[in-house]
């Protein structure tokens, strides 16, 4: 019901968008996030908006140069990524709360692999 795309090969310094596709449901009262899991290492965190886009939230590690976004019309969500880093490199994922309103991620989509050469 999660489809993620955009991911790729990117030089240091520079930028990919990545979507993320829904299907099955209506997800504009979902909680909305991307998460990346790198080699060897557990998931984590790296942005997250709210159904009405109110509030979003970003790891510390992204901030000032990753940008999450919805657009509710076309039941999809998006990272503009920036100033890419080698530290970068993972699969990106993303993810919808398991209901309406909801904090609690209960969707995923199948991930999307992002490299980030030095």
């Known amino acids: 019901q999660l489809q993620a795309s955009g991911g790729g090969l990117v030089q240091a310094g520079g930028s990919l968008r990545l979507s993320c596709a829904a299907s099955?449901?209506?997800?504009?009262?979902?909680?909305m996030g991307w998460f990346r899991q790198a080699p060897g290492k557990e998931r984590e965190f790296v942005a997250t908006?709210?159904?009405?886009?109110?509030?979003?939230d970003y790891a510390d590690s992204v901030k000032g140069r990753f940008t999450i976004s919805r657009d509710n019309a076309k039941n999809a969500v998006y990272l503009q990524m920036n100033s890419l880093k080698p530290e970068d490199t993972a699969v990106y994922y993303c993810?919808?709360?398991?209901?309406?309103?909801?904090?609690?991620?209960?969707?995923w989509g199948q991930g999307t692999l992002v490299t980030v050469s030095s």
């Open positions: 993810a919808a709360g398991g209901k309406p309103y909801s904090l609690e991620y209960g969707y």
């Open positions: 908006i709210f159904w009405s886009g109110g509030r979003i």
């Open positions: 099955g449901r209506t997800f504009s009262s979902y909680v």
